[in-house]
């Protein structure tokens, strides 16, 4: 079995397994109770975890609110800063290509006493040129903006057709009108360069799981200096993550978020180029032996779309029954991309695609155990799984 799903979730690292045992079967304490050695090991872990995660996108230790993942992270950034500024303002600004994590909260605010406006992003038609398909043009943000806006959330990378946002550019125009500025950068942080300062922004969230650490636990940096961010907790209790997120932390966990981290850093930019070279190869494999298929996102280029990433759409075959005739190939259908809605993606349809064409496509996500071999054999599968369906069509 190839395993072309990186996105959704990624193989742990046998390295990140081997930091995190310790603090299963030895070093057990609750990071809270320091009054006794275990307590204190546990502690001391999880704060030099902290410190390293912290270094990896340019913030400070106590900016750091572990989490149980990006949705949590998310929902505490969006739900938590709109609960605290309500005086101020009510009116939030995000993209129509945001992960669920992101519409979901947002929904539920507007559904209450909020306003949201959804950007649009560049459509296929209009971008062929510039081959921006999925970008967000800053200057709809700057057009967006009110007396009342609180908040405005964008990612760094998209999940389905990887396309980087520029958020630098975002971030300045959000700092002059004085509006705070959330990322969801779950796809991005290891796989390019995140620095917070650099990128401007005021709320980050990020996952372990999507960068070879565990599942269950994720982080979000929340700016303490120039401005300091306030918001409501969401999960109340022991008061630990200084009030931001009571519960008791996961030391395995987040010890194994820090070592992932750390691997991530230290094998950017090789990692990250030998990812692209193996796109490169798929996207000419499956363009050699299929006809009629169509780059769904922008052009492959370091500086526009995640290395790891590719989505194509074959035109006149069901994304699902090609997911059925593929043996021994994981990747994502564009029929079914959230659990949760059995719709064509609204990435995709957001790019100005039809329906048809969203459900046709493939999302390849490439990652870190991924070879050259298994390259070479997934577009032969692809292939054979086309060419068989597109025969039973015309028969
Ligand atoms: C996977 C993902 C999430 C959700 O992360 P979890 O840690 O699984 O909750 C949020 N946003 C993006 C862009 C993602 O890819």
Redesign the pocket.
């Known amino acids: 079995m190839i395993y072309l799903d990186n ?1 959704a979730t990624t193989r742990v690292d046998p390295r990140v397994v081997d930091a995190m045992l310790p603090f299963f079967l030895e070093a057990y304490g609750n990071a809270g109770s320091v009054g006794h050695a275990f307590g204190e090991t546990a502690s001391e872990a999880v704060e030099q975890s902290r410190a390293a995660i912290a270094a990896g996108i340019g913030a400070e230790p106590r900016e750091i609110v572990f989490t149980s ?4 992270g ?1 929902n505490l950034a969006i739900r938590g800063v709109a609960e605290r500024t309500r005086r101020r303002g009510n009116h939030l600004v995000s993209v129509q290509t945001e ?1 669920q ?1 992101v519409l979901g909260p947002l929904a539920r605010l507007a559904k209450r006493d909020c306003e949201v406006t959804l950007l649009e992003v560049e459509h296929h038609s209009s971008a062929p040129a510039s081959d921006r398909a999925g970008w967000l043009d800053p200057q709809k943000v700057a057009d967006a903006l009110r007396d009342d806006t609180v908040l405005v959330s964008v ?1 760094l990378a998209n ?1 389905e057709i990887g396309v980087i946002q520029p958020l630098t550019e975002i971030g300045t125009i959000c700092r002059e009108r004085g509006v705070l500025l959330h990322c ?1 950068a ?2 991005a942080v290891g796989k390019i360069p995140v620095d917070v300062q650099q990128l401007r922004v005021d709320l980050m969230s990020f ?1 372990a ?2 960068i070879y650490g565990p599942k269950g636990v ?1 982080a979000l940096y929340v700016r303490r200096r120039d401005p300091i961010v306030r918001l409501e907790p969401l999960i109340i209790g022991g008061g630990q993550e200084a009030g931001r997120r009571s519960g008791t932390l996961n030391t395995p966990g987040i010890v194994g978020f820090a070592a992932a981290l750390d691997l991530c850093m230290a094998e950017l930019p090789a990692e990250a180029q030998r990812q692209a070279d193996l796109r490169d190869k798929l996207w000419a494999g499956l363009r050699q032996q299929i006809e009629n298929l169509q780059l769904c996102g922008p052009k492959l280029d370091a500086s526009s779309r995640l290395p790891g990433n590719l989505n194509v759409s074959f035109g006149d075959v069901d994304g699902e029954a090609l997911q059925m005739a593929m043996n021994g190939l994981a990747v994502s259908s564009g029929a079914s991309c959230a659990s949760t809605d059995p719709g064509p993606s609204h990435v995709l349809l957001a790019l100005g695609m039809n329906e048809d064409q969203a459900r046709s496509s493939l999302r390849f996500g490439l990652g870190r155990f991924n070879n050259e071999d298994e390259i070479e054999r997934a577009s032969g599968i692809v292939a054979r799984a086309i060419q068989k369906l597109r025969k039973i069509a015309s028969d």
Do not use: P
């Open positions: 996105h993942g990006a949705t949590e998310n992960h994590a990612m999940n969801d779950t796809q996952s799981h999507k994720g």
